[in-house]
T-cell receptor
Framework: QQKVQQSPESLSVPEGGMASFNCTSSDRNFQYFWWYRQHSGEGPKALMSIFSDGDKKEGRFTAHLNKASLHVSLHIRDSQPSDSALYFC?????????????FGKGTSLVVHP | EAAVTQSPRNKVAVTGGKVTLSCNQT?????MYWYRQDTGHGLRLIHYSYGAGSTEKGDIPDGYKASRPSQENFSLILELATPSQTSVYFC??????????????FGEGSKLTVL
């Protein structure tokens, strides 16, 4: 069973719109979450982390974590065509030290003009 | 910016042949990882290392070996390559302490085709 599930598989939003991604862990040991973004032909790059309950905002990106349900979401406001990419959620048992992140299958985002 | 370099970027191998994928990082990170990326599966962890001289099995280690001879270098070895190992392989490094602990820095990927 996939320990980190992401939804939806794909998403299309208009330029200037809001893109929203969901991620749930089935392993209660996974308490620390990262979001990564991968443009075509490149390696994934980290967007932001979230380790505490509630919201965390960085520019146009907002992450939300509910530790009780192990559900984390990512929202991109004012989406731009350059945001078109594959978005991954990654979960770990620890925030540092000896960690081994487990990734979800990803959500493909297309931002159309 | 942290730097992770993979080689080769593209490789065509024959079934039964030996393949070595190399990774070098200049970040001075203790942690290094090998993932493979396949459509419909996302990124899956093959092997990882928490320091020079150590390697650990990830979630899908069968058919792969790893070697970490130094802080900077981490190799993935396919002793007997099979077509099912056709994939894009990503190496990553991560700090185990400090400001960016927990964050992975990925290379650009190595595309392997096994015929």
């Amino acid at each position: 069973q996939q320990k980190v599930q992401q939804s939806p598989e794909s998403l299309s939003v208009p330029e200037g719109g809001m893109a929203s991604f969901n991620c749930t862990s089935s392993d209660r040991n996974f308490q620390y979450f990262w979001w990564y973004r991968q443009h075509s032909g490149e390696g994934p790059k980290a967007l932001m982390s979230i380790f505490s309950d509630g919201d965390k905002k960085e520019g146009r990106f907002t992450a939300h974590l509910n530790k009780a349900s192990l559900h984390v979401s990512l929202h991109i406001r004012d989406s731009q065509p350059s945001d078109s990419a594959l978005y991954f959620c990654a979960a770990s048992e620890t925030s540092g030290g000896n960690y081994k992140p487990t990734f979800g299958k990803g959500t493909s985002l297309v931002v159309h003009p | 910016e942290a730097a992770v370099t993979q080689s080769p970027r593209n490789k065509v191998a024959v079934t039964g042949g030996k393949v070595t994928l190399s990774c070098n990082q200049t970040n001075n990170h203790n942690n290094m990882y090998w993932y493979r990326q396949d459509t419909g599966h996302g990124l899956r962890l093959i092997h990882y290392s928490y320091g020079a001289g150590s390697t650990e099995k990830g979630d899908i280690p069968d058919g792969y070996k790893a070697s970490r001879p130094s802080q900077e270098n981490f190799s993935l070895i396919l002793e007997l390559a099979t077509p099912s190992q056709t994939s894009v392989y990503f190496c990553a490094s991560g700090a185990d302490w400090g400001r960016d602990t927990g964050q992975l820095y990925f290379g650009e990927g190595s595309k392997l085709t096994v015929l």
